[in-house]
């Protein structure tokens, strides 16, 4: 049964300061990895997914890495602001039924002092 | 943009109720998915369903039934509320992944807090 780990599980940072926050999982047999953001009391949105043939994965700010051999992937967050503070759960993803399956760590919760 | 909608952000109901809670989504996804959210244990999957009429257990189905009767709408039915039921509850939907695991990316309603007294 897949195990998703996330550390730490709070950080407060400065303003301006560069970030990883790390996932690991138990069961290196998935199809990708989905990285999210979750504010206080809301739903969860989509940062970034990584395919499993796939080493990394940029979208401004944000780097995914996928070490799937190794059950590992880490979410770098550069030149960090206020507006980043959040909580950050990452999800790998099987297969079950023919339908994609999300197991999800319990999450980094992220807090960037101005 | 995708849009899943949740009936309710917030609920409060008493033990023994029958409570149901609704979701939509605009996308025509084929695969919609409950999820409860509780501190220190994560998200965790209630039910699926990959197709109107079809449902499938999660980790957590214990307690709760899912009704699917048009492709948009994913209910999920607390028979009989328990104050252990209290919690966050999310859906969200996603299209059939058969196009390769590229698509498959999950999109989330807002969320409903459940209170049972």
């Known amino acids: 049964k897949q195990e998703v780990t996330q550390i730490p599980a709070a950080l407060s940072v400065p303003e301006g300061e560069n970030l990883v926050l790390n996932c690991s999982f138990t069961?290196?047999?998935?199809?990708?990895l989905q990285w999210f953001r979750q504010d206080p009391g809301k739903g969860l949105t989509s940062l970034l997914l990584?395919?499993?043939?796939?080493r990394e994965q940029t979208s401004g700010r944000l780097n995914a890495s996928l070490d799937k051999s190794s059950g590992r992937s880490t979410l770098y967050i550069a030149a960090s602001q206020p507006g980043d503070s959040a909580t950050y759960l990452c999800?790998?993803?099987?297969?079950?039924?023919?339908?994609?399956?999300?197991?999800f760590g319990t999450g980094t919760r992220l807090k960037v002092l101005a | 943009d995708v849009k899943v909608t949740q009936s309710s952000r917030y609920l409060v109901k008493r033990t023994g109720e029958k409570v149901f809670l609704e979701c939509v989504q605009d996308?025509?996804?084929?695969?919609m998915f409950w999820y409860r959210q509780d501190p220190g244990l994560g998200l965790r999957l209630i039910y699926f369903?990959?197709?109107?009429?079809m449902k499938e257990k999660g980790d957590i189905p214990e307690g709760y039934s899912v009704s699917r009767e048009k492709k948009e709408r994913f209910s999920l039915i607390l028979e009989s509320a328990s104050t252990n039921q209290t919690s966050m509850y999310l859906c969200?939907?996603?299209?059939w992944g058969g196009g390769g695991a590229a698509k498959n990316i999950q999109y989330f309603g807002a969320g409903t807090r459940l209170s049972v007294l």
């Open positions: 369903s990959y197709d109107v009429k």
């Open positions: 999800a790998p993803v099987g297969a079950t039924s023919g339908t994609y399956k999300y197991i």
């Open positions: 990584i395919q499993s043939s796939q």
């Open positions: 969200a939907s996603s299209p």
């Open positions: 069961d290196s047999a998935i199809y990708n």
């Open positions: 996308m025509d996804h084929e695969n």
